[in-house]
């Protein structure tokens, strides 16, 4: 049960934040992604929580213009999981308090974060030189490309490390603060 809670709101999480500010890049999509990684303990469980909220979110953003981009637009907001999978001590220490967390769980969790910015810019951009035809296809194209989304990434590193900490933090505190309820509610 507490799983399928916390499926339904990271789920939420990630529409919402997408439908939120598609333009600044500022999603939460990386710490979707990296909490379910550690949340649930299939791995394709842990995929279908980005998967969905990419999905839902579709529905009310624009297209990618091929399946080919969608595909690689998945691919890199899902690889994400296999990193919430590994960051160090996170599953070992997933029923303490964030106050316990080592300074190295926070760095391993942010280096994730950064790791997941840079992987979906440089993946996704690459595809769209790749895959359209706005840029030609020389070094001198991809180089375009990549300076023309400079502008997009800006904020994205920002914003993986922003949501990654608080999804972190409230899936940290969720487990206390049942505890904490069903105490008063039993006293």
Known sequence: MVLAIAWLALVAVGIAGRLWQPGWNVTPMAGVALAAGALFPSPLVAATVPAAALAIGNLFLPGYGSVALAA???????????????????????????????????????GAALASSLVFFLSTNLAHWWLTGDYPHTSAGLVSCFVAALPFYRWMPVGDLAWTAVIFTALSAAPAAVRASRAAASA
């Open 72 to 110: 690689v637009v998945y691919a890199a907001t899902l690889w994400p999981i296999l990193l919430g999978r590994l960051v160090p001590g996170w599953l070992e220490g997933r029923r303490e308090n964030v106050a316990g967390w080592t300074l190295g769980r926070w760095f391993g969790l942010a």
